[in-house]
């Protein structure tokens, strides 16, 4: 389980907005918080050669400083252990650096911040740690109207499977958390036949053949991940099968109060297996709640690999598929 988490901040009231979500696991998990913020001396050398600042040092400085100042001021607001560290380099490599330096971190940062002079982009540092980053990451879609005070809760956590073994990698987060924290677990099975069907040139006489396959395996395969987590002391474990697009889906789902989505980054590529990855920014880009990301490479089709007839592989495709 995670033992400490990682708050990237660039001393925004926008990317604060992971404040409520990091003191709230830092208090159920009982574990330390350390702030990090990045002076980005490269991107503040370029300003300073354009408006003729006066002496570069005093201005890095300067900022250096200011950062400590507010690190040290945000880590008050936490009931327990926080620290604070203040580096100097690019965003995006010191957050990735940083939390590999250090077994079982999690990474919690907003989805973006604001940019000009003494503000890294915290959009694009988002993007780059969620493409680059080894370690757990927690995201939150900052909004206009969103909150950096206080903490939140977490109720409901919706988990999206697609069969593969890739994506039950995330399983074992859901299940140390549910162990620290109560909350109702929802596992998401969605199947889009007419995307993978669209994939195909030859008709599809036995449709309705093919769907009731489709909907009866993701009921099957979702009835055993649920008898898994039971076995493992969870209680609270529902069930939902949908024939819709599956970002979507998970969007939908995400938009009630208190939720949390947990993914992994992508499953299996290929006909058989539904590329995570571009779900996973869709949903981190568009769901209103916070979307706790596993790292997993993908284990693709080797090189070679024998291809099966269509239908035959189409009811292979449908066993798996949630894209």
């Given amino acids: 389980m995670y033992r400490r988490i990682l708050v990237p901040l660039d001393g925004s009231k926008v990317a604060e907005q992971v404040l409520p979500y990091a003191r709230y696991l830092a208090g159920k998990l009982k574990i330390p918080v350390d702030l990090l913020a990045v ?4 991107g503040m050398t370029g300003f300073m050669e354009t408006s003729n600042a006066p ?3 005093a201005f890095i400085a300067e900022n250096v400083h200011h950062s400590e100042a507010y690190l040290e001021k ?4 936490f009931t327990g252990a926080s620290g604070y560290t203040v580096m100097k380099g690019k965003p995006e490599e010191e957050v990735i650096k940083t939390a590999a330096s250090y077994g079982d971190t999690l990474i919690a940062m907003a989805t973006h911040g604001r940019s000009g002079i003494d503000r890294w982009l915290l959009g694009s540092v988002a993007e780059k740690v969620l493409r680059g980053a080894t370690n ?4 939150v879609r900052a909004t206009k109207d969103g909150k950096s005070e206080g903490e ?3 109720k409901r956590v919706i988990v999206p499977l697609d069969g593969s073994p890739m994506a039950e990698k995330v399983l074992p987060h859901v299940t140390a958390l549910a162990k620290k924290i109560t909350f109702v677990t929802v596992l998401l099975r969605a199947y ?4 993978v069907i669209s994939t195909f040139e030859e008709d599809i006489p036995d449709w309705d053949v093919l769907e009731a396959e489709a909907k009866a395996e993701a009921k099957s395969y979702l009835a055993s991940k649920v008898r898994e987590l039971k076995s493992q002391g969870l209680i609270g474990v529902s069930t939902r099968v949908s024939d819709k697009e599956p970002a979507q889906e998970i969007i939908d789902l ?9 993914m992994c980054t992508h499953g299996r590529s290929g006909l058989k297996r539904w590329v995570l990855g571009s779900v996973t920014e869709k949903v981190v880009r568009h769901s209103s709640s916070p979307v706790l990301v596993i790292p997993a490479k993908g284990d693709s089709a080797s090189p070679g690999e024998k291809r099966s007839e269509p239908i035959a592989e189409m009811r292979d495709a449908l066993k798996y598929s949630l894209d």
């Fill in 39 to 42: 002076v980005d001396v490269v």
């Fill in 55 to 57: 002496n570069p040092d």
């Fill in 74 to 77: 945000i880590g008050k607001t």
């Fill in 136 to 139: 757990p990451l927690l995201l």
């Fill in 152 to 154: 939140t809760t977490i």
């Fill in 192 to 195: 889009n036949l007419k995307q």
């Fill in 254 to 262: 995400a938009g009630e109060p208190s939720s949390l989505v947990a």
